[in-house]
């Protein structure tokens, strides 16, 4: 009775759409659901995100679920998340994307998932990082573990949205160090993020991960920027 009242007041809308949700529907409409941009990306080897890194870094595997493009449901659900608080549409993401993880053939399984970091002050002012419930379905999905404390960010940039193509590949270097353990050692990080751009960020984070003793790295975001 309580939440059918709270439904008629503040009724539950899709997160891509803002059309009315129906009873059996969870953050995306049905309409969105069959709409949305898939990559496919786990069938193919050698796709975009992959070639994102050639020459690079060493990685065994990169992928992302959805195309992000401006003024698309992709870009809707990435800003109601990362700014709106909708954390669910993370957890919906995940749950849906880990199906296809699973059928990435890799040599070795994952031993853990790792978020991209927030700096401190961001993190503060927020109040989460946008990736933590995506990763922690995945987490949930694949049965490892989620680990927010082996990378961190030490020092404080703007938002990669906030700058051009050329300044966000720049000074990001140091920005990542990690805190090595022993557990840490030779094993298998699936590192995740939001948006895949240029690469730069998550370069940055597989630098500092790689100061750890014979760790492999795969990759996988909620969607890439789709030219």
């Known amino acids: 009775m309580f939440k059918s009242i709270i439904d008629l007041f503040f009724p539950k809308v899709c997160a891509g759409c803002h059309s009315l949700l129906l009873t059996n529907e969870t953050v ?7 709409e949305i941009p898939l990559t496919q990306y786990h069938l193919d080897a050698n796709n975009e995100a992959v070639k994102k890194f050639y020459g690079k870094i060493d990685i065994e595997h990169a992928s992302a679920f959805l195309y992000y493009n401006k003024k698309g449901i992709v870009q809707e659900l990435i800003h109601n998340l990362k700014y709106k608080g909708h ?7 995940g749950e849906w994307y880990v199906e296809d993880l699973k059928n990435i053939l890799l040599k ?4 853990a998932v790792i978020p991209v970091p927030l700096h401190p002050k961001k993190y503060k002012k927020r109040g989460y990082n946008q990736v933590t419930t995506f990763g922690k379905a995945l987490s949930r999905g694949l049965d490892i573990p989620y680990q927010d404390t082996v990378l961190y960010r030490k020092k404080h940039s703007k938002t990669q949205s906030q700058k051009s193509l050329l300044g966000r590949s ?58």
């Open 87 to 93: 954390q669910q549409i993370g957890t919906v993401l």
């Open 28 to 34: 995306l409409c049905t309409v969105c659901r069959h």
């Open 108 to 111: 070795t399984p994952f031993d």
């Open 170 to 227: 720049e000074n990001i270097e140091d920005i990542f160090d990690v805190i090595d353990s022993e557990k840490s050692q030779n094993k298998h990080f699936l590192l995740i993020d939001d948006v895949l751009t240029t690469g730069a960020t998550l370069e940055a984070c597989c630098r500092a991960l790689l100061k750890i003793p014979g760790i492999k790295i795969s990759i996988a975001c909620m969607a890439i920027a789709h030219s």
